[in-house]
């Protein structure tokens, strides 16, 4: 027998990874899933991408890497960012890491120590807090529910939850799993907080690429926000890119110095030939039309998505971006009721527990408008809503 950690036993498996798995189950057993459950875009990686990474593993980028990353890459990601979302970062800045989430991973690892305190914001992306309690720390929840999913109206519940523990904020804007994009007045706000009270900011932009008409900021690029925010994205959402498992942060140096311990003693590099595709991606690749054309598609099926529900009288705060809505529920138990629509309805939903807001349910529309259309309609048949 195996004594496991205790910490371990404090967090649960994901609970987007328990749907899908459900739905894999079902669908092998022949049923037909509209499946909304996954976090991932429905569009094929762009032909020169892939051509990219074949060249690359063709001219022998299969070894191991500098630990941060190659400097094509880091320069590629610094250039990106100070050029599209208006920072100021050099390459040293910058760690390339496999998937942003590993990038979360080490920033907490580096900043969190047991009894620390960490802010999020609910609805909350489902990996935040268990990375937090594998620091030893605390997640403390500031609620934007009774705001439409918005920050700007919560932002002296914000300073409310700051303590003398508290060790970071996490920001993330656009959110998954709401699809809202923080106004600018709401960037402000964090910024005037952290700055006085000198607390450093995770701010995870990894959807900045596919918001559908708003402009949000950067938050590093905020008067003193550089020297105390760690910007989080990568390659996965802007350029359907997820299996190759490329994100990056770009910090103030004595933070990469930091987190690069934790990088090159669990990682050592990202993947070689993905460094290289991914550079070619941010460099070379049209990034305007491949988010956009992504962005419009995921536009349109929220616009149908919402209607429909509206119809049956059910109000969705509408989604400024990306691909994720949730959809209020009448349920005790969303675990529940998101297994009984995959198995009853054949539709595959995340609850919204996974997020911090029991009552809703999350839907990805990763599929066409006609699948999403069959999709309310199996759940208005079935009784779901
Ligand atoms: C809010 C948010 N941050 C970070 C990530 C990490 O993405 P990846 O590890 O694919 O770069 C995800 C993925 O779903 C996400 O939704």
Not at 206 to 217: F, N, S, T, V, W
Not at 286 to 292: E, K, L, N, Q, V
Request: glycine content about 8%; aromatic content about 6%.
């Amino acid at each position: 027998m195996i004594d496991f950690a205790q910490r371990v036993d404090t967090v649960e498996p994901a609970a987007p990874l328990v749907m899908s798995n459900l739905v894999s189950e079902l669908t092998e057993q022949g049923q037909d899933i509209v499946d909304l459950s996954v976090g991932q875009p429905d569009y094929e990686t762009p032909e020169e991408i892939k051509q990219a990474t074949k060249d690359a593993i063709d001219a022998g980028h299969t070894t191991y890497t500098p630990s941060n990353g190659i400097p094509k890459l880091r320069r590629a990601v610094a250039t990106h960012l100070n050029e599209r979302h208006g920072l100021d970062y050099a390459a040293e800045n910058v760690i390339a890491t496999p998937g942003g989430k590993q990038a979360l991973f080490e920033t907490v690892q580096a900043i969190v120590d047991p009894g620390d305190e960490v802010i999020v914001f609910e609805p909350v992306w489902s990996s935040y807090e268990p990375m937090v309690t594998l620091a030893g720390g605390e997640t403390v929840r500031v609620d934007l529910t009774p705001h439409e999913f918005h920050l700007e109206p919560a932002l002296d519940d914000l300073e409310a939850a700051t303590t003398d523990d508290t060790a970071l904020i996490i920001l993330n804007s656009p959110v998954n799993p709401s699809g809202m994009v923080f106004s600018e007045g709401a960037f402000e706000g964090v910024r005037d907080l952290a700055v006085e009270q000198d607390i450093p900011v995770i701010s995870d932009e990894i959807y900045k690429e596919l918001i559908y008409d708003k402009d949000q900021p950067s938050l590093a690029a905020l008067d003193g926000m550089k020297e105390r925010t760690i910007t989080i994205s990568g390659v996965s959402k802007c350029y359907s890119m997820t299996g190759y498992r490329l994100g990056y942060m770009a910090a103030p140096t004595d933070h990469t110095a930091q987190a690069g311990k934790v990088h090159s003693h669990s990682v050592s590099c990202a993947p070689n030939f993905v460094q290289h595709a991914a550079a070619m991606a941010l460099t070379e690749a049209d990034t305007d039309a491949i988010a956009g054309e992504m962005t419009e598609m995921f536009r349109r099926r929220r616009d149908t998505l919402v209607d429909l529900f509206a119809d049956r009288g059910v109000h969705i705060p509408v989604p400024e971006s990306g691909f994720y809505a949730m959809i209020p529920v009448d349920a005790d138990d969303d675990m529940q009721w998101c297994k009984d629509a995959a198995r009853e309805a054949g539709v595959g939903l995340v609850p919204g527990k996974a997020f911090g807001t029991p009552g809703y349910v999350r839907a990805s529309l990763v599929d066409t408008e006609d699948r999403i259309r069959q999709a309310v309609d199996r759940l208005a048949t079935e009784g779901f809503i």
